[in-house]
């Protein structure tokens, strides 16, 4: 079951960017585009998981735990898969 994370405590660590959540523009090397914060990083097709994730704004790429701020950690460490 998708467990979608609390959009405001999600940021770009370079430029604070916040995702609204209804971006689907994280493409996988599979092919599929999707929200990659709904998945924590991880691919609903293929199942890859990806451990950094770009910017849509800036476009810079950072590791995909750094986006979460501190309040956000629990969820990310309930969703990951490590
Ligand atoms: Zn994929
Ligand atoms: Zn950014």
Aim: proline fraction near 9%; include cysteine.
């Amino acid at each position: 079951m998708r467990m979608p994370a609390p959009k405001a405590i999600i940021a770009c660590p370079q430029c604070s960017w916040e995702p609204t959540g209804a971006e689907q523009d994280w493409q996988c090397s599979c092919g599929h585009a999707w929200h990659t914060f709904d998945t924590a990083g991880r691919c609903p097709r293929c199942r890859h998981q990806w451990l950094t994730t770009q910017c849509l704004r800036c476009g810079c790429t950072s590791p995909h735990s750094d986006w979460y701020r501190a309040t956000a950690v629990q969820w990310y460490q309930q969703v990951s898969p490590n």
